[in-house]
């Protein structure tokens, strides 16, 4: 298959990783920041093939994982509301609330519909004028544009049964406040580069001098994970840390203006809630006055409070922030599987624990009798 | 104290009250209907305890002093009734012929149960019923009995097929998963996922070129053919349907107390559902087959095995996919580039497409 094979070849693969091998000098560490490279590192024994020189340790970016059960349970109560279907895309469907998940509500009676683009949520929404569409506005800057633009579509079909719930978060403030964080060892970045295609990465070089890291844009294969891998750890044995593109097929510096100029139409930066994290400074995205008609907080009067929750046993913060590995929580595999999660990253598709759930769960050292 | 110990003392009080389950007590989830672990655990503790009943192969044998007959039954709740490559008509009678063809029986004949929603078109009821008279026709098999019900708007999605099939053992050779040992080798009779893919395209409205195809189709005579050329050397076979290809193989670790290994380049994929699943994150072991089946084999007739499938239509690019391992600590483990092997796990409830 075009631009997949080519980025799966055994060969290459297995010359990029003697050349990481024979390149480092110390085991560096090394986060990835985006939860589908995660996958991918586990998946095709990346990090297993490299674990004696480099330390993967596990970013922030599954967009599923960070949403707060605020948002989920603002998703829950609407699904339940007569007349309003909550439209969402199917990822948040098995996440746990403080109550329960979407799942869990559409069995008991909640209309949760899912759909694989906001722009079906308002298709759906025209051709259903008796009923309130609420679409679960989740994602980061990949998933942004794709929101706006739903909202520019139904503004511009009148529609007055369309609204989001808007739970957007920004990669780039979470980055900071995980360097900023005392209990950091992160010595390099892998960026993600669906969120760069969007973004570009020019914001990118005023971070690695402050904080003197290398930041590869990287792709989600095999071989773009390599070859970021790769060039971060010539960076950090060169001692020249730097902003480097190794997904050019895709990311841009400028990135993608059209979507840039809609995200900022529509969406304002703001500080938001994350999931694990607390509140991070410009983490966030929220409507723009001017879209205020579109905001389901503001048509079915939720609350913008973000109370407190219940402490949540999920050491999700400790995960997403690199601290621990998913099989060093205590109740991973345990109190906490796919079938009963404590938290996101267990059930996301995108998330951390479900990786190492999916791929390394178990010991796996057996040869084949044939 | 360090503060994982803090945690786990938390967890001590407050796990008993954790409200965050996604696993309801009180009402059935959809996701228990969707094949994988919850539905094997929603079948295993919840219903077969009510029913009395022991087995779990596709197909049980009935003594009868003639011989022996094998019975099954499944449920139809497609949607999209139409999909390209098959309908939920087809669907009905293949479906049924199938599970008994890969428990080593012939059918005989089958029953036919519909649940109506009204207001359905007679249009597309006549569609369905013809579709259930082609296939069967074509199986060989008579639809002997039948029933009908209408019930309220909204209390079905339009229709609703049991079809319940009775057939003949046609060996003495006791097909079961339970009989797979150590070196068998594991074949699969074309490319997987194919019918997952369709209906999930059809159902969304992808718009996709090419258009995924269903794999829906009889496989008696494929079935037949190997049961008759391998006799004792075929151990057993499975139709890959919900829970795709990875759900076989669990169940097939579990009853036969051993491990299965998947070499990931040696799996038949057809560009189409590679597209769609990599789009979409999703897996094609764990996507639904209706004409694809799983087959383990004693080593020594591997050559043979392949060589009769290829030569029928429906398994025409039949392989050889893995092999039966000493069971292990995992149940299923597949080969994946870089010689890395990782365990598959059970699908729980169909795969949800990811956000990015």
């Known amino acids: 298959m075009k631009f997949v094979n080519e980025f799966r070849d055994p060969l290459l693969a297995q010359q990029l990783v003697e050349q990481i091998r024979s390149l480092v000098s110390k085991r560096w560490t090394l986060m990835d920041i985006c939860g589908g490279q995660t996958h991918s590192l586990l998946r095709y024994g990346i990090e297993d093939a490299l674990s004696d020189y480099v330390e993967l340790i596990h970013g922030p970016g599954c967009p599923v994982c960070v949403t707060p059960s605020k948002a989920i349970d603002d998703a829950q109560q609407l699904s339940i509301l007569p007349g ?7 990822d948040m469907l098995r996440v746990p609330g403080s109550r329960e998940s979407l799942l869990s509500a559409r069995a008991r009676g909640g209309r949760v519909k899912f759909v694989y683009s906001p722009l079906d949520a308002v298709q759906f929404a025209k051709n259903n004028p008796d009923a309130q569409v609420v679409f679960f506005a989740v994602g980061f800057e990949t998933t942004a544009p794709a929101t706006a633009l739903a909202v520019l579509q139904a503004k511009r079909l009148q529609l007055t049964n369309f609204s989001l719930l808007v739970s957007h978060v920004r990669v780039l403030p979470a980055m900071e406040a995980l360097m900023l964080s ?3 060892s992160i010595e390099g970045f892998l960026a993600a580069g669906h969120v760069c295609t969007i973004t570009g990465y020019k914001s990118y070089d005023a971070f690695a001098d402050r904080f003197r890291v290398p930041v590869v844009v990287t792709g989600f294969e095999p071989l773009d994970l390599l070859r970021g891998i790769l060039e971060a750890l010539r960076q950090l044995e060169n001692g020249h840390p730097n902003v480097i593109n190794c997904y050019s097929r895709s990311a841009r510096r400028e990135g993608n203006l059209v979507a840039q100029e809609m995200l900022s139409q529509v969406y304002e930066v703001v500080d938001c809630d994350w999931r694990g994290f607390g509140i991070i400074e410009s983490g966030g995205l929220r409507l723009r006055d001017e879209f205020a008609d579109f905001d389901a907080k503001l048509r079915f009067g939720l609350s913008n409070e ?4 219940a402490p949540e046993l999920c050491l999700s913060a400790e995960v997403m922030s690199g601290q621990i590995k998913p099989p060093q929580c205590p109740f991973f595999g345990k109190q906490c599987t796919p079938d009963s999660p404590l938290g996101a990253p267990m059930v996301s598709s995108e998330g951390a624990c479900s990786a190492y759930m999916r791929y390394r769960s178990y010991v796996v050292s057996i040869e084949c009798a044939s | 104290m360090n503060p994982i110990n803090n945690l786990l003392n938390e967890a001590k009080t407050l796990y008993l009250t954790c409200p965050s389950e996604s696993t309801a007590k009180d009402v059935v989830l959809l996701a228990q209907g969707e094949g994988g672990r919850l539905m ?5 503790e919840r219903i077969v ?7 779990i192969e596709d197909a049980v044998r009935i003594p009868n002093g003639a011989g022996e007959l094998a019975i099954t039954t499944d449920s139809y709740v497609v949607s999209p009734l139409f999909f390209p490559g098959g309908d939920m008509g087809s669907l009905a009678v293949n479906g ?5 063809a890969v428990a080593g029986a012939e059918a005989l004949c089958i029953t036919l149960g519909l649940i109506i929603e009204e207001g359905l078109p007679f249009e597309i009821l006549d569609r369905i019923l013809q ?14 009995a039948g029933d009908t019900k209408v019930v309220p708007r909204g209390a079905a999605d339009k229709l609703f097929i049991n079809t319940t099939g009775v057939g003949r053992f046609r060996s003495q050779t006791h097909l079961s998963c339970q009989s797979i040992q150590e070196g068998d080798i594991l074949l699969v009779s074309g490319p997987i996922g194919q019918h997952g893919v369709a209906v999930l395209a059809a159902r969304e409205n992808l718009r996709l070129t090419p258009e995924p195809q269903s794999d829906c189709a009889a496989l008696h005579h494929a079935c037949a053919a190997l049961l008759d050329a391998l006799g004792g050397d075929l151990r057993a076979m499975r139709d890959a349907t919900r829970g795709g290809v990875s759900a076989v193989l669990h169940e097939w670790s579990e009853a036969s107390h051993s491990s299965m290994k998947l070499d990931e380049s040696k799996i038949p994929v057809s560009p189409e559902v590679r597209g769609v699943c990599e ?4 897996d094609p072991l764990y996507v639904a087959n209706e004409g694809t089946f799983v087959a383990a084999v004693a080593p020594a007739s591997v050559d043979l095995a392949i060589e009769v499938l290829q030569s029928h239509r429906v398994s025409g690019s039949a392989k050889a996919i893995g092999c039966v391992l000493r069971r292990q600590s995992s149940p299923v483990v597949i080969e994946r580039m870089l010689g890395v092997l990782q365990p598959v796990d059970e699908p729980s409830g169909s795969p949800l497409p990811r956000i990015c």
């Open chain 1, 84 to 90: 309003v279907i909550l439209a969402s895309f199917g």
């Open chain 1, 182 to 184: 005392p209990k950091h």
């Open chain 1, 306 to 309: 973000s109370k407190r929750n």
């Open chain 2, 40 to 44: 094997r655990k929603f079948i295993h």
């Open chain 2, 49 to 55: 305890p009510i029913l009395g009943t022991s087995t």
């Open chain 2, 96 to 100: 049924t012929v199938n599970d008994l």
């Open chain 2, 131 to 144: 579709s259930v008279a082609k296939a069967a026709r074509e199986c060989g098999v008579a639809v002997v």
């Open chain 2, 279 to 282: 789009l979409l994150g999703l």
